[in-house]
Each structure stands twice: as structure tokens, then as C-alpha cells.
């Protein structure tokens, strides 16, 4: 079965760095682009930018660059998000999800991992 | 970016009946590849985001052929026939023809 799970609920506070993961199986991880989708509560979801497994080239959303940091380890197949120093803002679901090749669609979906940032 | 706007916001539908949901982009999404990359997912509640249709009008596996996706250009719809019960949730549109991929704000479809 092809999937994608991601690490589990974190509670940080505000200036704490924090890296989650996306771990795929069932699939060639490198040969897929892997996305990161911000969901803020009660909101409508947010491209954060895209890693491609194979050779680490990675894109960003204007919004969030130099705000996260998109990199994957190819021999565990896992994608992963960071933050250096969190803030309130950052506190929302995280989604990785797999780029169908040659559809560009997101065809794949992980269970979303929750981030709460609070003093 | 590319502008991705969804109408309408909500969407209250009687079991049965149909509905529909508007996708406008700020720009053409055809790529120069020839295809255009946009498709439409679903998201129950607490749910992660589900793929239904890809490149327009392409049902995804597993998807009820209830659901149907349309358009060109600038202008695509999403259209289910007969809306169930577990249709309820939030659909959005997202655009993958350049970066950054953007998605609609999103339409709620609920039960009357």
C-alpha cells in the first residue's frame, strides 16, 4: 500500500525549533516530488513549497521561504519540514503529500501532523 | 502567483440533487507542455485533503462517477449529480501548471 505517515502532534513554544516528518513506503520515494500544505485552524489549505527526494531539489513558496526549511533523507524515505525558531502564527495541521508524476496532482496524503505553538 | 477563486463559499444542497462549484484562475493554466494542471480535492471533516479529479476532468481511483470536473482556460467546474450524505466537507481547486501551486480559498458543500 502506497503511503505517507507523518510524525506525530507537537505542543512548542514560541522561539523552539521543531522538525517533523513525512515518511513514504509502498513506492520509489525518490523518483516522487513531495509537497508540504499548511492548514491554519478553521482555514483553507497553503502550498509551503516541494522536495524531490532524488536529488534534494526543492522549491518554496514566496510566503514561506526563508521562514521553513523543506529536506529529505533518501535512505529512510522521509521528507521533512523545519522551523529554527518558532512563532504563534506557525501553529496549524502540516499535510506532505505525494506529486503524481506527470499529472501534477497530489495524489497522495499524510494524516497531517498538528503543531500548537504556545507560551 | 496564480489567483485561484472558488464560488460559491458554501453550498447547501438537499440530499439527491446536484451541485456545483466554480473555479476561476487569474491566468491560463495550460502549460507549455500542452496540459492543463488542475484538479479539485476533497476534505471531510477532520480529515487530510482527498485527490478527486486531476488535469480538469480525470476522476481519481475510487472516485464515484458522480463526481465530474469541466472546463479550460481560466474556467473549470466541478459538478456532483446527486449529493450523498458523505459528500459534506470542503472542496477546494489547486492549480500545479506553476510555482507557487495555489489552491481556491474553498466551498463548503453541506445538507440542507
Known amino acids: 500500500e502506497v503511503q505517507l505517515v507523518q510524525s506525530g502532534a507537537e505542543v512548542k513554544k514560541p522561539g523552539e525549533s521543531l522538525k517533523i516528518s513525512c515518511k513514504g513506503s509502498g513506492y520509489s520515494f525518490t523518483s516522487y516530488w513531495i509537497g508540504w500544505v499548511r492548514q491554519m485552524p478553521g482555514k483553507g489549505l497553503e502550498w509551503m513549497g516541494i522536495?524531490?527526494?532524488?536529488?534534494?531539489?526543492?522549491r518554496y513558496s514566496p510566503s514561506f521561504q526563508g521562514q521553513v526549511t523543506i529536506s529529505a533523507d533518501k535512505s529512510i524515505s522521509t521528507a521533512y519540514l523545519q522551523w529554527s525558531s518558532l512563532k504563534a502564527s506557525d501553529t496549524a495541521m502540516y499535510y506532505c503529500?505525494?506529486?503524481?508524476?506527470?499529472?501534477?496532482?497530489?495524489?497522495?496524503w499524510g494524516q497531517g501532523t498538528m503543531v500548537t505553538v504556545s507560551s | 502567483d496564480i489567483v485561484m477563486t472558488q464560488t460559491p463559499l458554501s453550498s447547501p444542497v438537499t440530499l439527491g440533487q446536484p451541485a456545483s462549484i466554480s473555479c476561476r484562475s487569474s491566468q491560463s493554466l495550460v502549460h507549455s507542455d500542452g496540459n492543463t494542471y488542475l484538479s479539485w480535492l476533497q476534505q471531510r471533516p477532520g480529515q487530510p485533503p482527498r485527490l478527486l479529479i486531476y488535469?480538469?476532468?480525470n476522476r481519481f481511483s475510487g472516485v464515484p462517477d458522480r463526481f465530474s470536473g469541466s472546463g479550460a482556460g481560466t474556467d473549470f467546474t466541478l459538478k456532483i449529480s446527486r449529493v450523498e450524505a458523505e459528500d459534506v466537507g470542503v472542496y477546494y481547486c489547486?492549480?500545479?501548471?506553476?510555482?507557487?501551486?495555489?489552491f481556491g480559498g474553498g466551498t463548503k458543500v453541506e445538507i440542507k
Open positions: 489547486t492549480q500545479a501548471t506553476q510555482f507557487p501551486l495555489t
Open positions: 522536495i524531490y527526494p532524488g536529488d534534494s531539489d526543492t
Open positions: 488535469k480538469i476532468s
Open positions: 503529500a505525494r506529486q503524481w508524476y506527470g499529472h501534477n496532482a497530489f495524489d497522495i
